[in-house]
């Protein structure tokens, strides 16, 4: 059946350094979404990727849907405080709404 | 405007004893979805209510679990005879349309109900 890992579980960055965690999938996927939950909080939504290639950006993020779209990833250019959570992909998963197992990010300031 | 509401915010119960958690979704939206979070885990589909069509019940983890939705508004979920390994948070999400062949649609989280079980 397909596989899907996110990765890394935990990223611990100094204030200012990039962070970015994949998506990987062992079949196509069809779409993809990212979301980020803050410590305590609930799961917000950031983006939708469709298309083979897509890249989007949101000021310090950019994300990206691979060219076979059996992978994604969120880039962080300059962590800020702010950025604290942890960032989940979510897609379907043997149809079923699957998400990720989470990249928990942590800044040090 | 209103974004999902969830009640109560926080229950604690004894094992054994059955649990009704309450879901508000935004208005107009026409899904609504129900997970369980673990603590420090990730978010684990139980169920999905789209219109009036049959919901995709795939996900609940066993019969003690079920849900019920009425037309597009709130929606209960109910968790039977609770067990210990029943403790986490539990969201519930609304989009505006369901998904269909295999497309995602932006959802949007309620704060949970933390579920604690004794």
């Known amino acids: 059946g397909q596989q899907v890992m996110q990765i890394p579980q935990y990223q611990h960055v100094q204030e200012g350094e990039d962070f970015t965690t994949y998506c990987n999938s062992s079949?196509?996927?069809?779409?993809i979404q990212w979301y980020k939950q803050r410590p305590g909080g609930h799961p917000v939504f950031l983006i939708q990727?469709?298309?083979?290639?897509e890249v989007k950006k949101q000021k310090r993020l950019t994300f990206q849907f691979g060219e076979a779209k059996k992978n994604s990833s969120l880039h962080i250019t300059a962590t800020q405080t702010t950025d604290v959570g942890t960032y989940f992909c979510?897609?379907?998963?043997?149809?079923?709404?699957?998400f990720g197992t989470g990249t928990r990010l942590t800044i040090i300031p | 405007g209103a974004g999902v509401s969830q009640s109560p915010s926080n229950k604690v119960t004894e094992k054994g004893k059955d649990v009704e958690l309450r879901c508000d979704p935004i208005?107009?939206?026409?899904?609504l979805y129900w997970y369980r979070q673990r603590l420090g885990q990730g978010l684990e589909f139980l169920i999905y209510?789209?219109?009036?069509?049959?919901?995709?019940k795939s996900g609940l983890p066993s019969d003690r679990f079920s849900a019920e939705r009425t037309g597009e508004s709130v929606s209960t979920l109910t968790i039977q005879r609770t067990q210990q390994e029943d403790s986490a948070v539990y969201l519930c999400?609304?989009?505006?349309?369901?998904?269909?062949?295999?497309?995602?649609?932006?959802?949007?989280f309620g704060p949970g109900t933390r579920l604690t079980v004794t």
């Open positions: 999400a609304s989009s505006l349309r369901g998904t269909s062949g295999g497309a995602l649609v932006e959802q949007y």
């Open positions: 079949t196509t996927l069809s779409n």
């Open positions: 990727l469709v298309k083979s290639g």
């Open positions: 979510q897609f379907f998963g043997n149809e079923k709404l699957t």
């Open positions: 208005s107009g939206h026409t899904a």
């Open positions: 209510f789209q219109g009036n069509s049959a919901p995709d």
